[in-house]
Nanobody
Framework: VQLQASGGGLVQAGGSLRLSCAAS????????MGWYRQAPGKQRELVAI???????NYADSVKGRFTIFRDNAKNMVYLQMNNLKPEDTAVYYC?????????WGQGTQVTVSS
């Protein structure tokens, strides 16, 4: 599975961005796609994940501000980020997970200025 993320950038606090991730390759059902992020000097952390039947889970820090959704027909997953805060600044990584396998995209930088 190959993943290509896009949509990062520089935005002011309170602004919005939408991240997109295109997946290709052998994608069987019962999978999960989502987003993690890693800020400088910190460990990679979960942002949001969604199963192929639409069950989503969010980090507490983004609940109510971020929305994850996917288009299975297009093998795409998206992350709509609203009311961004400076602490959301990080490299965001797209992931595809199935059973014990996990695949990662190259990361896209999100920078939120105060």
């Amino acid at each position: 599975v190959q993943l290509q993320a896009s949509g990062g950038g520089l935005v002011q606090a309170g602004g919005s961005l939408r991240l997109s991730c295109a997946a290709s390759g052998s994608m069987f059902s019962l999978n999960t796609m989502g987003w993690y992020r890693q800020a400088p000097g910190k460990q990679r952390e979960l942002v949001a994940i969604i199963t192929d039947i639409g069950y989503a889970n969010y980090a507490d820090s983004v609940k109510g501000r971020f929305t994850i959704f996917r288009d299975n027909a297009k093998n795409m997953v998206y992350l709509q980020m609203n009311n961004l805060k400076p602490e959301d600044t990080a490299v965001y990584y797209c992931t595809f997970q199935r059973m014990a396998d996990a695949y990662w995209g190259q990361g896209t930088q999100v920078t939120v200025s105060s």
